[in-house]
């Protein structure tokens, strides 16, 4: 490091975090607490603390685990997009970009843990793998995409070496991330598309649609991220990135939408029963008709329309859509892990035994039923308060560190 | 390749036998001591002949009921059958190939089992499996009685693996073995032992002079949902007789 740059460094003042930022970090540890003990409670008690049982045997967690996987898609592309796309106007955007992709990605990786019925066996995972599970695909390259998450970011935030060298670092990286991402999605699309036992989840759109719904939300985050950088933080964007921005995340959730409604069509026009069961529980009329509405209307055309309709932007339109575009996209989540598992292929009475038995519910169930308990809702909340911990703290190293500077 | 003397273990049921009374799924949950709410075996009420998908069936438009022994139909044109569904022992076992950690494993002889010291409670298996055969262990288990009864002592094969224990761990996923238990040393699986009307056959299918195979090769014997072609070791005989009340 040379004595110019060294003098450049901000000082350490840069670190200081204020009142406000200090109340919003302790009330994430809070969360993160409460989540830990609760995991805890869960551990001594075993799953049957949760809502899930063997009809509908992924929940929340599974749900969750799926959103925090899109999630992170949405900083790669905006890192490679820069380069890989030469998207100029997104590379003031490249390392939240990165720093979110890599905490999206750890998360998502601890998310699995509670799911898991003896996670003290977690490790046979690596000591026994078995080649053709999806799982030990997707275990395999949620560790890639992170080691090389963290890798991307340390190139981004390195100070040694010649500008050229670091601007050819980061461009390769670029060139390996893109296809690592499109991998991710894929490959835990596949976790469930390739199950030829419950219908609605064996279609080959899964993994366009997992790479296309990963884009999506990875980049409402990224955009939600930013705002909040720019509200209390130093951040500042031009126009153009943030139009950038606004015009992905509606192209995308038009894409998003599309595909979706390819495998609705294909679905009803083909008037299968057994592939038409549970859409009929999801599409307006059926018992699980609030993941449609907020898929198509609060997730859907409200954001599409606060993205492109408005003559005037305003940073609250996108924020709102922001928002409102990862409601749609969980709620996607949780059509498909619970929806697909609603209805058994042999769906006959009495149905699939329970695994616990109550006077009420009796010992099977023929149409799945879920309803989440506050053990899965405290875990879950505590995941995604250290995922807010893990950016705000990011966020706030990244700063320390300067501007990004411009690759020559 | 199948080797000399190796055996294929197979479980024909005769629907046209079946009377629905559940004595294989009671035995089942004795012989195995499995908790309340735990079903290895279970008998579905279908109507006639309802093994596969790619009719224009009830398997495919959804049951005629929500209750058990409730026949498909409109008074007087009434039919009803039994389709008692165990693990079906798949050749080629979906929950098998996602089973991350290899638990869920198939020994020479044809028969899936799970290692309950191996499985870490993923889950995915019950989600591949079409037949819905496979019970998790969520939590503290109740029993009634509450002692332990039938088949009481640990059983391991292929090098020490546990394959049946009288009270599962808390955390992994179970299912029907076959009775690996009762078949090493000779005997019948429970249920084909209870069942009071002879339907269930269990035998070598390569043995051409077994039982099984006979009516596997000649009398028809087919496998439930075989278009998924997960090619069952467990094999249905058709109702032959109509059974409509006109």
Redesign the interface.
Known sequence: MSAAEGAARPPASRFALDRSARIWLGVLGVIVLWGLGSWIYQVA??????G????V??GLYITTFAFFIGLSAGGLIMASGAEVFGARSLRPLSRIGVLSAASCVFVAGLQ?IP?????D??L??F????W?????WD?IIITVYFVFAVVDLMLMTRRSGTPGARARAIRIAAYIGLPAAVLLHSITAW?FGL????PFWNTALMAPLFVTSAILSGTALIALVALAAQRFGNLSLPEATWSVVRKLIATTLAIDLFLVAADYITILWGN???DR?VLDMILPGGSWQWLFWLEWLVGGLVPFLLLVAPRERRPWHLGLAGVLVLVGVYAFRIELVVGG?LK???????G??????NVYSG??Q?TGSYHPTWVEYSIVAGLVAFLALLLTLGYVWLRSLGEAEEPA | MAEEGKKQLAMVIDQERCIGCWTCAVGCTQINNEPLGFWWNRILTTAPNELSGSENSDLLQGPASENIDVPSGTFPQLEMAYLPVACQHCQDAPCLKVCPVGATFQRDDGSILIDYERCIGCRYCIAACPYGVRDFNWGEREWAPDFTVGYGRDWRVDDGRLVFTPERPVGVVEKCTFCVERVDVGEQPFCVEVCPTGARIFGDLDDPTSQVAELVKEDGATQLLGELGTDPHVFYLPVEHERKLS
């Open positions: 008690q075993g799953l049957i603390v949760t899930m049982r063997d009809e045997l992924w699995i799911d898991l019925g003896r996670p066996r977690v046979n995972l000591l026994h793998p078995n053709s599970s999806p799982l030990i275990i976790i199950q030829f036992a419950r299968v029963p057994r069961a598992l058994p292929i042999l769906w006959f009475p009495p699939v035994a329970l695994g616990s038995t010992s099977f023929l």
